[in-house]
Structure formats: structure tokens, C-alpha cells
């Protein structure tokens, strides 16, 4: 995203200088990475005020290959409340560290079983929805059963799923299995479930505008979706033609030294002045 963002501001005068036909409206949220949290009023807000666009090019690591559809997702926090004791007396207490890892075994279970049963047509990597638990934290000490465990779920999904299947499958299993055993123990015991964030997946459309101007513009013709997320599905949802493009290689992003190819920045100027161009006549 920061690749094509400096691409397009960078352009900024000569979009000036153009005798556009048609704007370019250039779009820049917030929390993109914490669940695009910020598009959804934005795109609101744009949706009120501007005219409708003929074409959305969200602008994320795609080496400007054209990217028509991308899974979308969910992600949770799961609080695991149990009953602290000395670890002498393990049978009086709630580990809530054992327990969230029984939980955290439940999503593994799942994973699995989607793998097995995924369609080998499915054209995402890997072809089915992935439930993952990236982040977990408990206990105080060794010789103490933990009285708090959290850790965070992500699920994405290919587009025939709903990630709030297996969010309520989850919460099935801790009421009608986990809870009441710790609450045999410890009436205060017990697990929460707390929303994070939603990402909106993106799905081909059928002669998209979007998608039919960005080939034109690379010249890629290919089919392309993608296992990571974006803000398209925001965009699309509005009712708004959109495909995912941009400089950059998504295996650099999240790494401790995050860069984009000097020929990807080079790549992504002639992008845009060829949209530039495209806009003129």
C-alpha cells in the first residue's frame, strides 16, 4: 500500500495539469491493518458527497497483477477466566491456561477438517478457510493453576463460507462442553468472546469496470485472487466496480525489513500516468 501510495501522490501534479475527462479521486484511510476499520465510514462519506466512480483500484502488493477477488475474514479475542490454586491442589482449580489450549486445539481441528474436504478447483492458497490463533498469553507461574488466558482468533474464509459459522460453532462447544465443566469447579469460571475486527471479502465480477480498465492499463490478462485481505470488498459492497493493483510483492509485507523493488515503484508510475492518459481522452 505505501508503494502505491507514493506512485499516486507523486502524480499529483500532473493529474492536476491533465485535461482530465473524469476526476481521480484518491482515497486514503486508517487501521488498514487492524481490520480496515477506517474505509467503512470513508467510503460512507464518499458514497454522500461525490458522484459514483466508474472504477475502484485498491491499491495494495500485487506486482500489478489484477486481482478480481480475495477471501474475507474475522478475527475475536477469547478471554478464559478459570480458578487460580496452588498446583499441589490442581484438582480444586481451573487452569485457564489448559483450557485455552484445549481451545485453541478446537480451531486446529477445524483447519484440518477443511483441508480435507477442500475443493482442488478452488483457486485461493490454500483453497479452503483457514481458522489461526496468532497471539496467546496466561498464567503467573509455574506452581500455580492460571486464572486468566487470552489469546486472538483470525478465520478466513473462502467466499462459499461464512466465518460466523464456525464463530458459532466455537461458542456451541464452550457452552455445551468447556463451561460446564469448569463451572463444577468454579462458578466464576467461564470463557468470553470479544469482537475484533471483519474484512469484507472481494468477489469477481461478472464484466466488472474495474476489472476490464486495469487490464487494459497492465496488460495482464490472467486470473488472480489472493488469501490476504483489503479494503475492495468495503468498496465493492457501495456498489462500486473494484479490483485490487499495485506495485509491490505481498511476500515482503510483515517482515522485519519491508521493502518494495525499486522496478515495482518504477512500474507503478507508469501505471498511474497511463491512467492519467486513459482519463484525457
Given at each position: ?64 497483477k489484477v486481482v478480481t477477488g480475495h477471501k ?210
Amino acid at each position: 500500500m505505501k508503494g502505491f501510495n507514493a506512485t499516486v501522490l507523486a502524480a499529483v501534479p500532473q493529474m492536476v495539469k491533465a485535461p482530465l475527462k473524469r476526476p481521480i479521486y484518491i482515497a486514503m484511510s486508517y487501521d488498514e491493518e487492524v481490520g480496515c476499520a477506517g474505509a467503512g465510514s470513508m467510503v460512507t462519506e464518499m458514497a454522500a458527497q461525490l458522484p459514483k466512480p466508474e472504477a475502484v483500484f485498491v491499491g495494495e502488493p500485487t506486482r500489478l497483477k489484477v486481482v478480481t477477488g480475495h477471501k474475507g475474514s474475522i478475527a475475536f479475542f477469547v478471554d478464559v477466566t478459570g480458578h487460580s490454586v496452588h498446583s499441589s491442589n490442581v484438582d480444586r482449580g481451573v487452569s485457564a491456561v489448559m483450557t485455552g489450549a484445549r481451545l485453541v486445539t478446537w480451531f486446529e481441528d477445524v483447519l484440518r477438517e477443511n483441508a480435507a474436504k477442500a475443493d482442488p478447483a478452488c483457486p485461493f492458497d490454500p483453497p479452503y478457510t483457514t481458522p489461526h490463533v496468532g497471539m496467546i498469553k496466561g498464567g503467573t507461574a509455574a506452581n500455580i493453576v492460571a486464572k486468566d488466558c487470552g489469546f486472538v482468533v483470525d478465520i478466513r474464509v473462502i467466499p462459499e463460507d461464512n466465518p460466523f459459522d464456525i464463530l458459532e460453532r466455537f461458542k456451541a462447544y464452550v457452552r455445551d462442553e468447556i463451561e460446564p465443566r469448569m463451572k463444577a469447579i468454579a462458578p466464576e469460571a467461564g470463557i468470553a468472546i470479544r469482537h475484533r475486527s471483519q474484512v469484507i471479502g472481494l468477489r469477481p465480477e461478472s464484466d466488472g469496470t474495474a476489472e476490464r480498465l486495469a487490464r487494459q492499463l497492465t496488460g495482464d490478462n490472467a486470473a488472480h485472487v489472493v488469501s490476504y485481505g483489503t479494503e475492495a470488498g468495503i468498496f465493492q459492497r457501495a456498489g462500486w466496480s473494484t479490483v485490487v493493483c499495485g506495485p509491490g510483492d505481498i511476500a515482503q509485507a510483515h517482515q522485519p525489513d519491508e521493502y518494495i523493488e525499486v522496478s515495482e515503484l518504477a512500474a507503478g508510475t507508469r501505471f498511474v500516468a497511463r491512467a492519467i492518459e486513459r482519463l484525457t481522452q
